[in-house]
């Protein structure tokens, strides 16, 4: 099979396409025949040698994938040979085909394309996880996202909204705010305006919940946009990995400041996010009232392409990659 390599990390032009053989699922996988890969952040930083795969998962890059299940690995029972799936990755999913476990694997939602459904794995087992079981955001309640067009970003929006909270987002350009209003957000131009100062006008007290991507000094600055009791839940260190807070202002408010990384989490874990995404965010998706939002879509020998797409910061959703059938 034909996969996109990474013999030495570098620029985009470090993505080669390659050939192995076809991998055969283990106990309790799914092998898919892939229609479409998700490009996420984390990909780029893998390219560039800073994200070293976790131990035992495929050295390519490719952390979520559509397709349709070719074989199943022994043991697996839950999808058949030909089923329409999407399937969140620890690794290979830039790949005519892939193995994952069946816990990280969903049936696509009624009409959703088969190459689209590579949009939603990794960025609705990210929200879902972070914002609704760690920041036990409840409907009334304010979020505040940052980064409102990242693949993300357009999710957290769509799902806080469905669950009945208020939802403010942060974005680098008057075009990426209209699209955040124009899912349900009050968008902010952070370019422009100070983000926190913007919150606390905005609410009475400040935001609930913060899903923050940036950390360095948006840390002290979240802290600020917290209200009483708000969770601060971060995903990302893209401003630095350090900051300095305040610890009265954590205490004065009984703020939480928490965060995770949801690749090395193990498979049990995901298959709990996935019965909870089965539950409540699959029907959304199905009934049309969640927009799966696509920037643009690359054929697989293209990813270096579609890798500089992604370092513009121009895109607004998710960016894909196809692949042949
Ligand atoms: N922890 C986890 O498990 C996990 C899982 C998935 C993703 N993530 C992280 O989540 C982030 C989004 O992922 P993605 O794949 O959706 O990437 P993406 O589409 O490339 O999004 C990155 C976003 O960051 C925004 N941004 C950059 N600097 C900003 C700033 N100073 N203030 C506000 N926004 C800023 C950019 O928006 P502008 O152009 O508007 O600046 C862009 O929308 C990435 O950092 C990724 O590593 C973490």
Known sequence: MKFIDVPKPGDPDALVIAECPVPLPGPGEVLIKVAAAGLNRADILQRQGHYPPPPGAPKH??????GLV???GPGASEFREGDRVCALLQGGGYAQYVCAAEGQVLPLPAGVDLVQGA???EACFTVWSN???FGRLTAGETLLVHGGTSGIGVTA???AKARGARVLATAGSEAKCRMC???GATAINYRTQDFAAAVRELTRGGANVILDMIAGDYTARNIDALAEEGRLVVIAT???????????????KRAVLTGSTLRPRPVVFKAEVKRQLLRHVWPAIADGSYRIVIDRAFPL???AAAHRRMESSEHIGKILLTVDR
């Open 301 to 303: 020998p293209e990813a």
């Open 119 to 121: 949009a939603l794995p």
């Open 61 to 66: 890059p490719g952390l979520e994938v559509s």
């Open 238 to 252: 893209q401003g630095g990995v350090s900051s300095t807070i305040n610890m009265l202002k954590i205490m004065q």
């Open 181 to 183: 209003e124009s899912l």
């Open 70 to 72: 070719e074989r199943l």
């Open 157 to 159: 929006i769509q799902l």
């Open 131 to 133: 914002v609704f079981m």
